[in-house]
């Protein structure tokens, strides 16, 4: 005996059922697929600055005290490449995931920056080391050469005698914590 109409019919339907199903779960898995794609699009290409990059940022440097002691905040941009270390350690970490257009705040302790003041850097030199008609005083800033080496180096007199300049060799920011406002305008490949 056959089956009846209606049970074919039915059959069909599920069949047809099925069909729709196994269609919609290929359309939302697909779907599912292309947003995952885009996101991970989005979250690798705007992961911000990485070791490699050459980076332009502005940025207002201050003291703990709040005293400004640098900035380039409407003049030129300051462009380095992130792992060239050619900035100070602190500064080019702060800067690595940094997108373009962001601002950020930079706390950087006195090690990440110019390093702890140390006091065997102060010593005392022959006024020779300083240029002939040059009158080194006492508070001021000099470049000096080293006759031994030839190195060139910034050195603050501290103070000055007849024949003799106290100098202190540290950076100016030496043993200072630094906090910088850094706003990344531009990120690139290095060349």
Request: charged share 20%.
């Amino acid at each position: 005996m056959g089956m009846k109409r209606s049970e074919k019919l039915k059959g069909k339907e599920k069949v047809a059922a099925h069909k729709r199903d196994y269609v919609r779960y290929w359309i939302a898995a697909a779907a599912g697929c292309a947003v995952i794609v885009i996101v991970l699009f989005f979250v690798l290409s705007s992961s911000g600055a990485k070791a490699g990059d050459t980076v332009s940022v502005l940025y207002i440097g201050t003291l703990d005290n709040g005293t400004v002691f640098d900035s380039n905040v409407n003049k030129t941009p300051l462009t380095f490449t992130i792992g060239a270390h050619t900035v100070i350690p602190g500064f080019e970490e702060g800067v690595i995931g940094m997108s373009r257009d962001q601002v950020k705040t930079v706390h950087i302790p006195s090690d990440k920056a110019y390093g702890q003041y140390q006091s065997d850097l102060v010593r005392t030199v022959s006024r020779s080391m300083f240029p002939a008609g040059t009158t080194p005083e006492a508070g001021m800033y000099y470049s000096v050469r080293n006759p031994t080496d030839g190195t060139t180096s910034i050195v603050k007199v501290i103070n000055v005698t007849e024949d003799t300049v106290t100098i202190d060799q540290n950076h100016m920011l030496a043993g200072e914590n630094l906090t910088f406002m850094i706003r990344l305008i531009g990120i690139g490949t290095a060349k």
